[in-house]
């Protein structure tokens, strides 16, 4: 393979699941690609997958090929976070790197990303990894997306931040440390099993899960009356779906009382 060869690749954000969720920008993006490609990780994720299949139905109106990609599997509560998560890229940035590969000269790939590209996700830093190999030389674009904390929050119909206050985004593992320093809202991503434990339980707590699609479940509160069924409705959502995406808000602001309002 040349170490000439330059692939073209657009990485689009798609949001988090509702088709209207695409920017214009991101429509035309779309328009002109020859190849999509999707990591696949089987029946886990064959729903994700078929929203990718139907976006593409609905905006290439030109030939093109959705490209598979075996998502290699990932550890799960190891023993070493990081080094388990350096393996998993460094895994998925050869299965990319093979599968780019195969786009000829001229040819445009894209990668339909969940949410934003920016915020949470691996792809961006994949591709670096692939660029900095050289074998591929990669032309790069990035087109933002509505991420889930945006989405989030216009559900529930409620501001992100307190009146010039701090907002901090972090990882259930983090949080588990305690509440981040100096901030007055907490918006919580990756949270695999949330337990609230060791929360002040007078938090207002903004939750949602599969954001966007038709499977949407929305619970508001005090976190001291709601946590506990937050938790149940999880665990049965994961156990229908096999998956579960989902996203919480705390604040010590009051809950917001204008969703489902015309």
Not at 11 to 27: C, E, F, N, R, S
Not at 101 to 115: Q, T
Not at 120 to 127: A, K, N, P
């Given at each position: ?30 328009s002109?690609?020859?190849a999509?490609f999707?990591l ?32 290699p ?23 990319l790197?093979t ?19 920016a ?16 074998r ?28 010039g ?80 995406m989902?996203?919480?808000?705390l ?12």
């Open positions: 393979m040349s170490a000439q060869t330059e692939k073209r690749i657009r990485v689009v954000g798609i949001g988090t699941g509702d088709p209207d969720h695409l920017t214009l920008q991101a429509v035309r993006a779309l002109d690609v020859d999509v999707v696949d990780k089987r029946a886990e994720t064959a729903d994700l997958v078929e929203i990718r299949r139907r976006i593409c139905q609905a905006h290439i109106a030109r030939p093109y090929r959705l490209v598979t990609v075996d998502d599997p990932r550890e799960r509560n190891p023993a070493d976070y990081a080094a388990t998560v350096e393996a998993w890229h460094a895994a998925r940035a050869d299965r790197e599968a780019f590969g195969a786009l000829a000269d001229g040819e445009v790939g894209a990668l339909l990303v969940w949410g934003d590209p915020l949470y996700d691996s792809t961006l830093r994949i591709l670096e990894r692939i660029a900095a190999r050289g591929l030389s990669l032309a790069c674009e990035v087109v933002p997306g509505l991420s889930s904390v945006q989405v989030l929050c216009a559900r529930h119909a409620v501001p992100l931040n307190a009146i206050g701090t907002v901090a985004i972090t990882t259930g593992r983090r949080l588990a440390a305690g509440w981040p320093e100096g901030a007055e809202s907490v918006v919580v991503m990756l949270d695999g099993d949330p337990s609230f434990a060791g929360l002040d339980p007078d938090l207002t707590i903004h939750w949602g899960a599969y954001l966007g699609g038709a499977d949407e479940i929305l619970v508001a509160g005090r976190l001291g009356s709601v946590g506990d069924d937050i938790r149940r409705l999880r665990a049965q959502a994961r156990a229908r779906h096999g998956w579960i989902d996203i919480y808000l604040s010590r602001q009051g809950a917001g009382t204008l969703a489902g309002r015309p």
